[in-house]
């Protein structure tokens, strides 16, 4: 089993255990309607543009709230089951819903108060990093200062070249991806000026 099922399995327990109303790190979203996000993303093509593209967005707006109003239970049943065969993301399901599936997991267990991080196998810290020193640059593009990532072990990734001051963010790889994906609910320490750290903390990480 990859890791993407291994996520996608536990993102579905966490979200039965939260219930359809309870609220998640996507914003206003619910647990339903995060839910109806990653049935539309992988099983209405005609909708799922909407996603990254304005002119859709309109479409997929309506599509996701006439999914969210499924019974719960038979939404939980369409995202642990994943995309169908047709679905363009089905052969690629390991690398392309392995960030989707932990980022979205993450986003149920940390809107809850007393979270803690998740202690990952060591493999699985490794592809999470795999994933974070290929998309620093994009994640951090808005950055007005230096940015590099690093990790305790000592590996590091430039987010940000040529631009001075220096800031880096150190933390586990699961801690990393997911402030490059936006999210503010981590565990990082911080080093640089304090204006330049505030600047990356605030920054627009939006991929």
Known sequence: MSMAQRERAAL?????QAGPAAA??????????????LIVRERRPDAAPGIMLKPFAGHLDSVQRRTARRPFEELLELVRTGPPWWSPL??????????????????VRRAAPGWEPRVLPEADENTLWSLVSKMAKMAYRKSPVGLTLRTPDGRAA??????????????????????????????????????????????????
């Open 12 to 16: 579905v327990v966490a979200m039965r």
């Open 24 to 37: 998640t790190l996507c914003g206003a979203w619910t647990v339903r309607d995060l839910a109806a996000h």
């Open 90 to 107: 089905k052969p690629v399901d390991a690398v392309a819903n392995l960030s989707e599936m932990f980022v979205h997991h993450e986003d």
């Open 158 to 207: 430039v987010a940000k070249s040529h631009s001075l001051p220096e800031v880096t963010l150190t933390g586990q790889p699961s801690e990393l991806l997911l402030h490059a994906f936006g999210r503010d609910e981590v565990r990082l320490e911080t080093a640089g000026p304090a204006e330049a750290v505030r600047s990356v903390l605030e920054l627009d990480r939006s991929v």
